[in-house]
C-alpha cells in the first residue's frame, strides 16, 4: 500500500497534510496536478522515495481498495485467458476464503475440487513447511524417497501397479495418450500401422494442452488451436451401441471416459456404459483410461469413482486434489501397459518433487479413511436433499445431480446471474456444463452445517433467475 511514491516539482506543504490531489488507483505513471497559484504538484508512481511507513492512508481518508488495484493490476499484466469473478482472494481457513476488504465466503468450489482438506489444513501445512526445510526439488534424475512412497500408496489404494507423476491434469492424459499409442506400437511389433486413434465422449474435459485438448469435446476450447491431435471421434456419453460401434481393433489405442463429468456438467456414467466399453476394449485391444482428475480421490464417497461400479481401468488418470493445492497430477497404469514404457518414453523436470509428494502423502491418507469417505456420502446426499427440499420447486431448476460432493443443478437459464448474487452473498459457487449447470465441489471436510447455509444462500437467491 505504502509504495506510492511522491515526489514535488516545487517546495510546496508535503502532499500528506493535501492527500485528496491525488487520484492513487490511476494507471498512468506520473500524476501531475496544476494548482490555482500555478505550482506543479505531481505524484510519480517510479520513483525511489518511499512513502514512510508511518502514512496511514486510512486516517488520511484516502480510498486504496487492495482488491481493486489488482484486479486492474492483473488486466495490465496478465493474459486474458481467465474470465475471473470479480474478487481477490487473500487467505482461508477451512472451508473459509477472505477477501482484502476482509469479506468472508463459505467456499463450495475448492479451488475446483482441488482444495478437498480445505484451506490450511494444520497436518498438511506442517509437512510442506517440513519439507520445504528438508528438500524440495532435485529433478528426476535422483532417487526421492517422497515420490516412491506416494506411488506406493498410490498402487495400494487402487487397481494399478505403477505410477507416473506429472505436474497438473492435462499432463496426466497427455501421459496417457503417449503410454497407449507405445503400448500399441510394442505389443504389435509386426504391425506396419498400429493403433493410434482414441475415443471420447459428448461432455469430456480432458484438459487443455493439444493431445488432451483434442479429446476435449467442447469446440469452442478446441477450435481456436487447430488442428490438434488428430484421429479423435467423439461418441454420446452413455450411448453404449455407439461406443461399440467407434472402438475398432487396429485403430483405436484408447478410450477416454470420465466416470463422473466433471466440467461437462455433472454427469454419471451407467454401470453398463462402463461395463460396455470395459468389454469393447477388451475385445479390440484398446486401453480403457479413466479420466479421475476431478471425480477421484474421494469426491464421489469412493476414494475413486469407479470403485462405484466394479469397473476397472488400463490407466486412471488423478490431480487436482492429490496434493492439497500444489501442482500434481498422475498416470496410474496396471503392469500390462507400464512394462511397455522404457526409457526416455516420457518425462517431467518437476513432477513428482519432494515438496509436492510428502504433502499428498498426508492429503491421500486422511481422504482414504473409510469414515472420511462415509462422511462424504452422508453429506453428499444431505447437499442433494437439501437443494432439492430449497430450490426443487422453482421453475428454473431442472435436475439436482451428482454422487458424494461433486453435485450439479440444472438450471433452464444461465447459471452466471445466480453465481454472481451468491458471491455477494457470501457464496461461491461454480458454473459447469453449456453455462446453465450450477458446479458445488465444496472441500470435502465441510460440515453440514456449512451445507446447509450454501443451500438457503442459493435459494434466497434464485429470484436473480427470473
Ligand atoms: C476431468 C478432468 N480432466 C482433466 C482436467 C485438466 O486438469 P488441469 O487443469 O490440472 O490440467 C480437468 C480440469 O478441470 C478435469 O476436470
Not at 520513483?47 to 488520511?60: M, R, Y
Not at 484451506?119 to 526445510?133: G, L, M, R, S
Not at 504389435?188 to 494442452?209: C, L, M, Q, W, Y
Not at 476435449?216 to 488451436?225: D, G, L, N, V
Request: aromatic share 8%; with cysteine; hydrophobic share 40%.
Amino acid at each position: 500500500m505504502n509504495s506510492l511514491n511522491l515526489s514535488f516539482t516545487n517546495s510546496i506543504s508535503s502532499v500528506i497534510d493535501r492527500p485528496s490531489l491525488f487520484k492513487l488507483t490511476q494507471p498512468a505513471k506520473s500524476l501531475v496536478r496544476v494548482c490555482n497559484d500555478g505550482r506543479k504538484i505531481s505524484a510519480c508512481l517510479n520513483l525511489d522515495v518511499k512513502v514512510p511507513d508511518s502514512v496511514n492512508f486510512e486516517k488520511l481518508g484516502l480510498e486504496f481498495d487492495e482488491g481493486k488495484d489488482i484486479m486492474e493490476r492483473e488486466k495490465r499484466v496478465l493474459v486474458g485467458t481467465y474470465d475471473r469473478a470479480k474478487i481477490a482472494i487473500k487467505s482461508g481457513k477451512g472451508c473459509k476464503l477472505y477477501d482484502y476488504e476482509g469479506r468472508e465466503y463459505l467456499d463450495m468450489t475448492a479451488g475446483i475440487a482441488v482444495n478437498a482438506l480445505g484451506h490450511c489444513d494444520p497436518d498438511w501445512v506442517n509437512a510442506v513447511v517440513e519439507q520445504a526445510n528438508t528438500l524440495t526439488h532435485i529433478s528426476n534424475i535422483y532417487y526421492s524417497k517422497e515420490q516412491v512412497e506416494l506411488a506406493e500408496r498410490l498402487v495400494e489404494s487402487s487397481f494399478a501397479d505403477k505410477v507416473f507423476f506429472s505436474n497438473s491434469g492435462t499432463e496426466a492424459n497427455e501421459a496417457a495418450i503417449k503410454f497407449a499409442r507405445k503400448f500399441q506400437r510394442f505389443t504389435h511389433p509386426n504391425v506396419k500401422e498400429p493403433a493410434t486413434d482414441f475415443i471420447a465422449f459428448t461432455n469430456s474435459f480432458h484438459g487443455r494442452t493439444m493431445g488432451a485438448l483434442a479429446l476435449t469435446s467442447k469446440e469452442q476450447y478446441r477450435a481456436p488451436h487447430e488442428p490438434v491431435m488428430p484421429g479423435v471421434t467423439f461418441v454420446e456419453y452413455g450411448n453404449i451401441e455407439a461406443a461399440k460401434e467407434a472402438i475398432q481393433r487396429g485403430k483405436v489405442a484408447a478410450v477416454f471416459v470420465e466416470p463422473i463429468q466433471g466440467e461437462g456438467g455433472i454427469y454419471s456414467a451407467t454401470l453398463e456404459f462402463l461395463q460396455a466399453l470395459r468389454t469393447a476394449c477388451d475385445d479390440t485391444g484398446a486401453l480403457l483410461v479413466f479420466d479421475e482428475v476431478q471425480c477421484g480421490l474421494g469426491r464421489s464417497g469412493y476414494l475413486w469413482a469407479h470403485e462405484a461400479y466394479g469397473v476397472f481401468p488400463d490407466i486412471m488418470t488423478v490431480a487436482k486434489p492429490l496434493a492439497g493445492g500444489l501442482p500434481i497430477g498422475a498416470a496410474l497404469l496396471t503392469n500390462r501397459v507400464a512394462s511397455t514404457i522404457e526409457f526416455g518414453n516420457h518425462g517431467s523436470t518437476f513432477a513428482g518433487e519432494p515438496l509436492v509428494c510428502k504433502p499428498a502423502l498426508v492429503v491421500l491418507e486422511k481422504i482414504s479413511k473409510p469414515q472420511f469417505l462415509d462422511d462424504v456420502s452422508k453429506k453428499g446426499q444431505y447437499l442433494k436433499q437439501l437443494l432439492v427440499q430449497k430450490m426443487g420447486a422453482n421453475k428454473h431448476v431442472k435436475e439436482v445431480r451428482g454422487v458424494g460432493l461433486i453435485v450439479g443443478i440444472e438450471l433452464d437459464v444461465p447459471a452466471k446471474p445466480l453465481v454472481e448474487a451468491c458471491a455477494e452473498s457470501g457464496l461461491l459457487i461454480l458454473i459447469a456444463g453449456n453455462g446453465n449447470v450450477v458446479r458445488l465441489v465444496p472441500p470435502l471436510i465441510i460440515s453440514e452445517h456449512e451445507l446447509e447455509h450454501a443451500a438457503q444462500i442459493m435459494s434466497d437467491k434464485l429470484s436473480v433467475l427470473d
